[in-house]
């Protein structure tokens, strides 16, 4: 089985409606991110947990929110999606222990499409 | 602050070429670097990391050697393959920012037979 799973895979929708995309992760790691991917810009960095509570903005955290409902779930929620939105998501987790270099393990990836 | 700036894409290749892909950064602290691969269709896979300068990193045949005085980690594999074709990311993280990585925006990578 997948040590980070992520639902939907794949979600086309409308401008305007409320999306929300899940991270499941067996990992045990307490630290969570979620990024976009766009042709030509790499990964950037939405939202990052530490843990059930702390939650932190990342370089383009506009347009969207998160939920940590547990160690092992972070929700990505676009509370009204607009086509710019369009992308491939992904969600990754880190071990915060003592020689892991920060090493992030991804998801499958959500791929996104807002019409 | 913290960059990482790849060589554009796509690089085409014929199986068993040489391959490089240059990487270089710039942080404000002492990074970790790493390079990811990203398959058709798939998420991101950790393909080999560096920790401190003149580290060598490698994984299935890639290499890529962490040198501070050029700022520069740049990924090598002798012989490439047809199942090498993907997307590498090349990626830095700096110990006390919360694990987070700056990625570069990927080089795509074409091996024909």
């Known amino acids: 089985d997948a040590d980070v799973t992520q639902t939907p895979r794949n979600r086309i929708t409308k401008t305007g409606k409320r999306i929300m995309l899940e991270c499941s992760q067996t990992?045990?790691?307490?630290?969570m991110y979620w990024y976009r991917q766009d042709p030509g810009l790499g990964l950037r960095l939405i939202y990052y947990?530490?843990?059930?509570?702390?939650?932190n903005k990342g370089e383009i955290s506009d347009g969207y929110s998160v939920s940590r409902q547990a160690q092992a779930k972070f929700s990505l929620s676009l509370e009204s999606a607009i086509p710019n939105q369009t992308a491939l998501y992904f969600c990754?987790?880190?071990?915060?222990?003592?020689?892991?270099?920060?090493?992030?393990?991804f998801g499958p990836g959500t791929r996104l499409t807002v019409l | 602050g913290n960059s990482v700036t790849q060589m554009e894409g796509p690089v085409t290749l014929s199986e068993e070429a040489f391959l490089t892909i240059n990487c270089t950064y710039t942080?404000?602290?002492?990074?970790?670097l790493f390079w990811y691969v990203q398959y058709p269709g798939e998420g991101l896979q950790l393909l080999l990391k560096?920790?401190?300068?003149?580290d060598k990193g490698s994984n299935k045949g890639f290499e890529a050697t962490y040198r501070k005085e050029t700022t520069s980690f740049h990924l090598e594999k002798g012989s490439v393959q047809v199942s090498d074709s993907a997307v590498y990311f090349c990626?830095?993280?700096?110990?006390?920012?919360?694990?987070?990585?700056?990625f570069g925006t990927g080089t795509r990578l074409q091996v024909t037979l």
């Open positions: 990754a987790t880190s071990d915060n222990r003592q020689g892991s270099y920060n090493e992030q393990f």
């Open positions: 990992k045990g790691h307490d630290r």
């Open positions: 947990s530490f843990d059930v509570k702390d939650i």
């Open positions: 942080a404000t602290g002492y990074p970790s």
């Open positions: 560096a920790t401190k300068a003149d």
């Open positions: 990626a830095l993280s700096v110990t006390g920012t919360a694990s987070k990585l700056t």
